[in-house]
């Protein structure tokens, strides 16, 4: 199958999926934000009109997200086609993203909460722009789901977060006490992060009270989340149906 043909189908299947889509793709534009720490760059996809809106921030996992970044950009888009304001957020440092090349547990153990503050920075920075509607959220991969469960227990201003094979925030050592509405997605054949961890995520949540969704897909590996077909087109459309809901405005 052509390139060209595969990406014509990748498209339909979107305008299936999501019928009341613009079918032009929303191009994303690079920009920096303010954190306490630095600037930090994004890609910003803007959602269609004027009126007030949501916006998510999508968190990278280990590798970042240029590997597969016309994939990303898709998703992206998705959302800003539904009226989501999305946000690709490269939270890493160029020191970070060097300790993360020569293998990065070290690195994301000492980060972590650092990268956490700088995500609750970004999310508390754009609930106050004009054209929010007072809400953001998150929506993470991988080590970008377990950065989202730490930034969304410390900041109650995060108001939903989709958590794409992570789990719990272990590396605060510090037990949540609080997590915002969770929608989990996890392949039961992962080999990274095995899906246990998403059976402890939801089963943390439910034990602080919070509302948690689990979603386990059967045969499901590592990576899905950037897929436009399969599993992939699934959780997205679960992830535009969960997200729309939790930050409507209240």
Known sequence: MTGTLRGLLAGLL???????????????????????????????????GEAKRPAALLLHGAGGFDRRIADYNRYASALANQGIDAYLVYYYSEADERGMSLGGADTFTDRYRAW??????????????????????LVGFSNGGILATGASTLDPKINAAVIYYGTEPWPLKERAKRFPPLLVLH???????????????????????????LVIYPGEGHGFGANVAGNGADALKRTLTFLKRELSAK
Do not use: C, W
Request: proline residues 5%; hydrophobic residues 45%.
């Open 116 to 137: 956490a503050k700088l995500v609750d920075d970004l999310a508390d920075y754009l609930i106050k722009q004009g054209d929010s509607n007072g809400n953001v959220g």
């Open 187 to 213: 392949g039961d054949a992962d080999q990274v992060i095995p899906v246990i961890a998403g059976h402890q995520l939801k089963a943390l949540a439910d034990d602080v009270g919070a509302k948690a969704e």
């Open 14 to 48: 979107l305008l299936a999926l999501f019928p009341t889509a613009d079918a032009t793709e929303i191009q994303g534009k690079s920009m920096t934000l303010p954190a306490t720490e630095r600037q930090v760059k994004v890609t910003y996809f803007r959602a269609p």
